[in-house]
């Protein structure tokens, strides 16, 4: 991405490569890691012209977004040096009551777990 941005003809192509990049999620950005600095450094590092005009083409991409991601990537943005999002698989958010609930539906759609052998337990 790095090489691709500065290779666009003009900051408008650019802006259309990372809205067609992004399809619609902001994934890439939360977990590719330094990807979220390249694009903010990028955005950072045009002028003030080029970024008015692109202004509309960004915020047209980044309100495709689910608002949880939007968030998230907000929130890296707000960190110092952009720091990685720990996610919502972070275990700061597991909850093992929640987790358990879904255990027994688990159990209906995968069936039994197999019997253990003692060369299992070993």
Do not use: C, K, N, Y
């Amino acid at each position: 991405m790095r090489r691709r941005l500065p290779r666009a003809a003009g900051a408008l192509p650019a802006a259309a490569w990372i809205e067609g990049f992004l399809e619609d999620s902001g994934t890439v950005l939360i977990h590719g890691e330094g990807l979220l600095g390249v694009v903010d450094d990028w955005l950072s590092g045009l002028d003030p012209e080029t970024f008015t005009e692109l202004l509309p083409l960004v915020r047209r991409t980044v309100a495709t977004i689910a608002a949880p991601e939007r968030r998230m990537i907000g929130e890296a943005l707000a960190r110092p040096g952009g720091a990685p999002v720990a996610g919502p698989a972070g275990p700061e958010f597991f909850d093992a009551a929640r987790a358990a609930q879904v255990l027994p539906i688990l159990r209906l759609l995968l069936g039994p777990e197999p019997a253990r052998t003692t060369r299992d337990a070993a």
